[in-house]
T-cell receptor, first 112, second 112 residues
Framework: DQQVKQNSPSLSVQEGRISILNCDYT??????FLWYKKYPAEGPTFLIS?????DKNEDGRFTVFLNKSAKHLSLHIVPSQPGDSAVYFC???????????FGTGTKLQVIP | EAGVAQSPRYKIIEKRQSVAFWCNPI?????LYWYQQILGQGPKLLIQ????????DSQLPKDRFSAERLKGVDSTLKIQPAKLEDSAVYLC??????????FGQGTRLTVV
């Protein structure tokens, strides 16, 4: 049962344009959402998060949007840079010990 | 600040053999996680420690996997006996109260 879904395994974007990565979840108990970025042969690195009491969180070029009614969140990267090329994982947490559940990841390629 | 240290980086073993992985979290981090990441999938939580106590091991295959965190600092994850389907990257992560975790580089296990 995949509670966090990233339906696009890969995405290619031209440098300077916007990258939009999508994530859907099924568990209504999730109340905190995170995006991690992963380069090959490295562990995931935390990128940005959002609480369920908000619908938007912005950090520099990265913005996460949360639509609770649709159980959907998205990560926007503007402008995209070649160094953003990586696998991006959506993750969600909830419950007493805030167990984190990861999606399957989206591989982003930013073309110079 | 030193990051999460894991060893070894790579390990190849034959099925039915045993293997152990070691993790040294960031100093002062009370929460320690072990994740399993199979190729093409997102990280799956195996076990979560709060100091030296287990708070979630619901997805740990306890017939073959074991983990301990002595003195609430370092942790070891053991597999005995290993199966072919255990081939994966094993990620250790730590956190200090917050949900956003810092990951180590992982140990890539190949079972042949």
């Amino acid at each position: 049962d995949q509670q966090v879904k990233q339906n696009s395994p890969s995405l290619s974007v031209q440098e300077g344009r916007i990258s939009i990565l999508n994530c859907d979840y099924t568990n209504s108990m999730f109340d905190y959402f995170l995006w991690y970025k992963k380069y090959p042969a490295e562990g995931p690195t935390f990128l940005i998060s959002i609480s369920s009491i908000k619908d938007k969180n912005e950090d520099g070029r990265f913005t996460v949007f949360l639509n609770k009614s649709a159980k959907h969140l998205s990560l926007h990267i503007v402008p995209s840079q070649p160094g953003d090329s990586a696998v991006y994982f959506c993750a969600a947490s909830g419950g007493y010990y805030q167990k984190v559940t990861f999606g399957t990841g989206t591989k982003l390629q930013v073309i110079p | 600040e030193a990051g999460v240290a894991q060893s070894p980086r790579y390990k190849i073993i034959e099925k039915r053999q045993s293997v152990a992985f070691w993790c040294n979290p960031i100093s002062g981090h009370a929460t320690l996680y072990w994740y399993q990441q199979i190729l093409g999938q997102g990280p799956k939580l195996l076990i979560q420690f709060q100091n030296n106590g287990v708070v979630d091991d619901s997805q740990l295959p306890k017939d073959r996997f074991s983990a301990e965190r002595l003195k609430g600092v370092d942790s070891t994850l053991k597999i005995q006996p290993a199966k072919l389907e255990d081939s994966a990257v094993y990620l250790c992560a730590s956190a200090q109260g917050e949900i956003e975790a810092f990951f180590g580089q992982g140990t890539r296990l190949t079972v042949v």
